[in-house]
């Protein structure tokens, strides 16, 4: 089992729809939760970030955190074209010099 | 303007042959990693260099050897290259090695090795 888990997707959903995207992970000592984002051919870029429990809003994002569950999201509201690309969830230990990425989900928003 | 730069962006070339990939940043950042990322996209850390000192060493073949002339250049040079070679290697940079949630990794835009 790896530690980090992603369903790679593809998803595809229209413009303007909600969309939902999850990891489960396995090891209890992850306490920093990351959200980049990979557009083809290009090198993942950091979305967001949150510590421990908790959800956290930047604009249409949104990162919610279920430390009981080992359970993280990412929600895109009023998602656009130009939020598809690859989304992978990357967490680590607290001092823990590297970080334990998903295998990304694939996201397609269709005009 | 580029802050993680590597170069080539691709490689193509045949099994045995040994190959090197180099990548440079100007953050000023004290950390540069190399990460694989295979073809189902799961992205790796193979090495982790902090002030050219090398932190993280994960299990890597041997023909893989990293190294950094000085904290603003991190080169992987590959021995003997293998079909499971192919895939993207990134190189990233950091801040601060143990806060990567506020300190976050600076990717460049990869190397696609291809060996045949």
């Known amino acids: 089992q790896k530690e980090v888990e992603q369903d790679p997707g593809p998803l595809s959903v229209p413009e303007g729809a909600i969309v939902s995207l999850n990891c489960t992970y396995s090891n209890s000592a992850f306490q920093y939760f990351m959200w980049y984002r990979q557009y083809s051919r290009k090198g993942p870029e950091l979305l967001m970030y949150t510590y421990s429990s908790g959800n956290k809003e930047d604009g249409r994002f949104t990162a919610q955190v279920d430390k009981s569950s080992k359970y993280i999201s990412l929600f895109i509201r009023d998602s656009q074209p130009s939020d598809s690309a690859t989304y992978l969830c990357a967490m680590s230990a607290r001092g823990a010099q590297k970080l334990v990425f998903g295998q990304g989900t694939r996201l397609t928003i269709n005009p | 303007d580029t802050a993680v730069s590597q170069t080539p962006k691709y490689l193509v070339t045949q099994m045995g042959n040994d190959k090197s990939i180099k990548c440079e940043q100007n953050?000023?950042?004290?950390?540069m990693y190399w990460y694989k990322q295979d073809s189902k996209k799961f992205l790796k850390i193979m090495f982790s260099y902090n002030n050219k000192e090398l932190i993280i060493n994960e299990t890597v073949p041997n023909r893989f050897s990293p190294k950094s002339p000085d904290k603003a250049h991190l080169n992987l040079h590959i021995n003997s290259l293998e079909l499971g070679d192919s895939a993207v290697y990134f190189c990233?940079?950091?801040?601060?090695?143990?806060?990567?949630?506020?300190?976050?990794?600076?990717f460049g835009n990869g190397t696609r090795l291809t060996v045949t």
């Open positions: 990233a940079s950091s801040q601060n090695p143990a806060s990567l949630y506020n300190s976050p990794l600076h």
């Open positions: 953050l000023g950042h004290d950390t």
